[in-house]
């Protein structure tokens, strides 16, 4: 019965939570395609019965029925951001030898991306065979019409505001405010299951908060931490940090001689968990001190470069320089161990002496008693925790904002990149090991994507001799030039491991969601609709928010909000729009004209290759939930971390200095992605789509109503 109650009211607190944080809280996590941070705040957070299944890393056989369906099976490695350019020319050069081998045997194509070429979207077409209009992801982010806000296009709101009682000091959420997934259509692996196929589906993109399934699907991509934001780090440190602002949890500390030996020795800090929810009322975003916390005490040995780390009730022996292996902690919600909470982190001993840094990761929420769903089922995450252990659940789990935030060295990066390749392998090892003839299987691969953001201006993997990357420092860049083909080549001996363990009749296919490219120019866009008479600001005004009162709406007839998306302001649509329908059509031609003849100061070069219309390009139910317009950068070129939130600078265009130097936001047709089959594919011109629709044909099941795409064979 304890159990029971507490399953409940655990239940019942989280989707409060959850609604709370994004309603409230407009920057809390990061796009992989640019250094914007906004809000994509969890899911409904459903918990599990208390009672974790012990660790193990042996892999056993598989113990699930036989698979159903097609007697070959298909299996499918989704690798993010592979580019056609880059792996073309390492195949040439012998560096590839899987993927050579697998395109001489079967075949490999462009694959065409999404429009917008973003994660979100691209992984939602090849989910759900529909374009956006059909499924409604945009962009990552969406804008809210009622106060020209970025909101995050991952959830919507469902069963109205939230409501709570107070109980003895208590606040205890009674209903409302749950979240679900606003991706829209059928998942290819629910049809599947509906007709007999045993599916399981690692890590994939965009399935967070986790839609009802009776297929086996591991989230990935947009899984929250457990503060309710993507992947906040907490760095106890004795040095000032580079970023003004940066996106960890920075605390600095003193090493301090308690014991009066002479030797300052001890440091203290604490670990923040999940919002104190018992004390916060609905919509109240938690301040720094409304967290459930946990104290961190390190001892440094006075003789060598090694440290006891106390946290949570472990203690953790670390060498300067050294990853910990994971750590669950509990994190109480209610007095006396009623409501525990369990989270997972790993330390990092950056440095010791003479200057102290100890790197915590995000807290990530433990895969063996998940707080909320990670997974359907709700058990799956748990049984794959029972054979692998502990792994990364936070959906991007490279630690990206350390590097941006100058926390990290290149060095500190990639180390941490290794702990998550580590992880994919293990997956990898599980599925393969479960894998029978008949089955369908999709494994994600996050190798490549981050690394190409986050290195790419140490060295252009795809234009050998370009000019240097205006973020290039030649100090940091030593031994990293060519760390982005390193990532390649990791993916292809993962290749090579599938071949060898599949049975010969399976359907392999290798896709990617889009490729790459350069990202060397900032493009502010709202910037360029004030200079141009689209945005108007406030009296006295030339820089500020959409949102934030510094602009005149009843003069402003166009903004600009997400990655790509440009918006009319529509009257009747959004709260002070003035646009006509009458007059829309003109003005979408006109801005596309412009945008599309505009050409950097710098060199000439066009800087936006094609302004797509939206009702021209989508076709479904919520088309009208988009943005008016698609903005198609050239190579090179992509909206500012600025002016995707709405915000309105003083320059219009200039260099990208920051270490996100690789991008995809662009127009679809510069960043296509790729494919590759153990068979041979007639024609060519093939999309994301129409991968959905071979799916579903080679299990003889017709398309969806409503998916676009095409079946191959």
């Not at 902690?329 to 102290?356: C, I, N, Q, W």
């Not at 002016?643 to 047709?669: D, F, Q």
């Not at 994301?688 to 095409?710: N, V």
């Amino acid at each position: 019965m304890e159990v029971l109650s507490r399953f409940h009211v655990r239940r019942a607190l989280f989707p409060a939570l959850a609604f709370a944080l994004l309603q409230a809280t407009p920057a809390l996590c990061v796009e992989p395609g640019s250094g914007t941070t906004f809000a994509t705040v969890g899911a409904p957070l459903v918990l599990a019965a208390a009672g974790a299944p012990a660790s193990g890393t042996e892999v056993r056989p598989s113990s699930k029925p036989g698979g159903h369906g097609h007697e070959g099976g298909i299996f499918i490695m989704g690798v993010d951001g592979m580019d056609p350019v880059i792996l073309s020319r390492m195949m040439a050069r012998g560096e590839m030898p899987n993927m050579k081998r697998l395109a001489a045997e079967g075949s490999y194509q462009n694959l065409a991306t999404a429009n917008p070429p973003q994660s979100p979207v691209a992984w939602s077409n090849f989910v759900t065979g529909m374009n956006p209009g059909g499924h409604g992801i945009f962009d990552f982010m969406h804008r809210d019409p009622q106060n020209y806000a970025p909101v995050s296009s991952a959830t919507r709101a469902v069963g109205g505001q939230a409501a709570a009682s107070r109980l003895l000091g208590y606040v205890i959420p009674l209903s409302g405010g749950d979240l679900e997934n606003n991706r829209g259509g059928t998942p290819w692996w629910d049809i599947l299951v509906d007709a007999g196929v045993d599916v399981e589906v690692y890590r994939i993109p965009g399935n967070f908060p986790t839609p009802d399934s009776q297929a086996k699907v591991l989230d990935g991509m947009g899984t929250s931490d457990l503060r309710g934001g993507f992947g906040t780090y907490t760095l106890l440190t004795d040095t000032a940090v580079e970023k003004d602002k940066p996106k960890g949890d920075i605390q600095f500390v003193t090493v301090r001689d308690l014991d009066l030996d002479g030797t300052p020795d001890t440091v203290n800090g604490i670990l923040r968990g999940p919002p104190d929810q018992l004390h916060l009322e609905p919509g109240h975003t938690p301040a720094e001190n409304e967290y459930i916390s946990t104290g961190v005490t390190v001892y440094i040995d006075p003789d060598s470069e090694t440290a006891v780390v106390e946290i949570g009730g472990s203690e953790v022996l670390l060498q300067e320089g050294e990853w910990s292996d994971w750590i669950e902690l509990s994190f109480d919600l209610a007095p006396m161990g009623m409501m525990p909470v369990s989270g997972t982190v790993r330390l990092y001993a950056k440095e010791l002496r003479p200057h102290f840094q100890l790197y915590i990761s995000p807290v990530n929420i433990s895969p063996a008693d998940p707080v909320m769903p990670l997974s359907t089922p709700e058990g799956f995450a748990e049984e794959i925790y029972e054979q692998i252990g502990f792994f990364y659940t936070q959906g991007m789990p490279e630690e990206q904002e350390a590097l941006k935030d100058g926390v990290f060295s290149e060095d500190d990066y990639i180390k941490q990149v290794g702990l998550v390749q580590e992880d994919t392998r293990r997956i990898l090892d599980f599925a393969l090991s479960r894998f029978q003839p008949g089955d369908a299987t999709f494994v994600y691969f996050s190798d490549i994507d981050l690394q190409c953001h986050m290195l790419w201006r140490h060295g252009d993997p795809k234009y050998p001799g370009a000019p240097a990357h205006p973020a290039f420092d030649a100090v940091t860049a030593k031994g990293h030039t060519h760390d982005i083909e390193k990532f390649y080549r990791d993916v292809d001996l993962a290749l090579g491991q599938i071949r060898e363990r599949l049975p010969a009749e399976t359907l392999l296919v290798v896709m990617s969601d889009h490729g790459f490219q350069p990202f060397t120019r900032d493009v502010h866009l709202n910037a360029w609709l004030r200079d141009n008479g689209y945005l108007v600001m406030k009296p006295g005004k030339r820089t500020g928010y959409t949102f934030a009162g510094d602009v005149d709406w009843s003069k402003t007839r166009a903004f600009g909000l997400g990655f790509n998306g440009l918006y009319l302001n529509m009257k009747g649509r959004e709260s002070q729009g003035i646009v006509e329908s009458s007059e829309a059509g003109a003005l979408i031609r006109e801005l596309s004209q412009k945008l599309e003849a505009f050409r950097d100061p710098l060199n000439g070069e066009q800087v936006v290759l094609k302004v797509f219309r939206s009702s021209e390009i989508y076709s479904g139910p919520r088309v009208s939930e988009g943005p008016d317009m698609q903005v198609g950068y050239n190579k090179g070129y992509g909206c500012s971390d600025e002016s995707t939130l709405g915000e309105i600078t003083e320059a219009v265009i200039e260099n990208n200095k920051s270490r996100w130097s690789g991008s995809h936001l662009m127009a679809p047709e510069v960043v296509p992605g790729v494919v590759l089959m153990n068979r041979s594919l007639p024609g060519d011109g093939y999309g994301l789509t129409d991968l959905t629709a071979t799916i579903l044909s080679y299990y003889g099941i017709e398309k969806a109503p409503g998916m676009t795409g095409r079946a191959i064979f």
